[in-house]
């Protein structure tokens, strides 16, 4: 399971032959300003959220368990 799940960065998110190299389809975007810019390759979740102590992620939680719960086990 953990060797399906890739993690990346920005320029992970924007390099489309790095992500097809890899077989990447699904794309968590956990930013509130990096253009979904694979959306008719990939498909995408957004999570509108700075990357900042103060924010409450545990409210994406299961919004991000179903995302990944459809591409693995669907």
Do not use: V
């Not at 953990?2 to 390099?15: C, M, R, V, Y």
């Not at 032959?17 to 509130?32: A, E, K, M, Y």
């Amino acid at each position: 399971f953990h060797s399906l799940i890739k993690k990346g960065n920005t320029h992970d998110a924007q390099n489309l032959d790095r992500l097809t190299q890899h077989g990447i389809t699904h794309i968590i975007n956990s930013t509130p300003d990096l253009p979904s810019s694979w959306e008719k390759k990939c498909q995408y979740l957004r999570i509108d959220i700075f990357d900042l102590p103060s924010q409450n992620i545990r409210k994406y939680f299961d919004m991000t368990y179903q995302f990944i719960g459809l591409f693995f086990f669907f």
